[in-house]
């Protein structure tokens, strides 16, 4: 059978037809630091917060802003466990890194689900997006070294401003990290308190350089 476009369901073009490629939101215009997006950036802008406060690690990078069609996509990946997503859009996001990455990290860590979401959902969808990316780039991928040791509510679920309370402590190192350069990768980043976090944990462990890599990066 040929294959449907996932976004318009178009047949004999693949998973994602060249029309609904082109209306992906892609995140051309974004802070250097955050990738949070900004209106006609260009070079090494920053926004105001990282300004003023630079997060915890060096560089992110987002592919996509998260929006329309790119957050159905992800909802689908996400909350209707449409697994063969994860490769599609783990692919088109390790392309993207390729191209803006000039010295490779030596492992990649998907951001830890708690063992209770992980139950519920099956799956941890930053690690389903990690594999292709790691298998493009020929990367470690280390899925074991991280763990989220606290159940903390849904990020999505709370104000803005109790998000970095309800993630703070959330994740512990359960075995020594030789890199010193590392990736996160993870789906996606709405006030990136999450990753973050996750990003100061690796620093309290040694690591020297952390990137961010995530799919899709919300507007403020």
């Given amino acids: 059978m040929p294959r449907c476009c ?3 369901g178009a047949g004999g073009e693949g998973e994602l037809c060249a ?13 250097a630091r955050c990738a949070v997006p900004l209106p006609e950036a260009k070079g090494e802008l920053l926004c105001g917060p990282c300004a003023q406060r630079p997060p915890p690690y060096d560089r992110a990078l987002s592919l996509l802003r998260y929006a329309y069609p790119a957050d159905k996509l992800i909802q ?9 997503l994860a490769r599609l859009l783990g692919e088109r996001l ?6 803006h990455v000039t010295q490779a990290p030596q492992v990649i860590l998907p951001v830890p689900l708690h063992r209770t979401r992980l139950r519920e959902r099956g799956f941890n969808q930053a690690l389903e997006l990690a594999r292709p990316v790691a298998r493009r780039l020929n990367i470690p991928l280390d899925y074991r070294s991280c763990a989220r040791v606290r159940a903390t509510a ?11 309370l309800n993630i703070k402590g959330a994740f512990q190192i359960t075995r020594p990290l030789a890199a010193r350069h590392a990736a996160i990768v993870d789906d996606v980043m ?12 690796l620093r309290k462990a040694g690591v020297e350089k952390i990137e961010v890599w995530v799919l899709a990066r919300a507007a403020p």
């Fill in 6 to 8: 996932v976004l318009c």
């Fill in 19 to 31: 029309g609904c490629e082109r209306e992906l939101p892609f995140n051309e215009s974004c802070c």
């Fill in 76 to 84: 689908k990946l996400k909350f209707n466990a449409q697994l063969h």
């Fill in 94 to 99: 390790a392309g993207y890194v390729a191209r």
């Fill in 154 to 164: 849904a990020q999505s679920l709370l104000p803005a401003a109790e998000r970095r």
């Fill in 190 to 201: 709405t006030t990136g308190h999450t990753v973050e976090e996750f990003a100061a944990t």
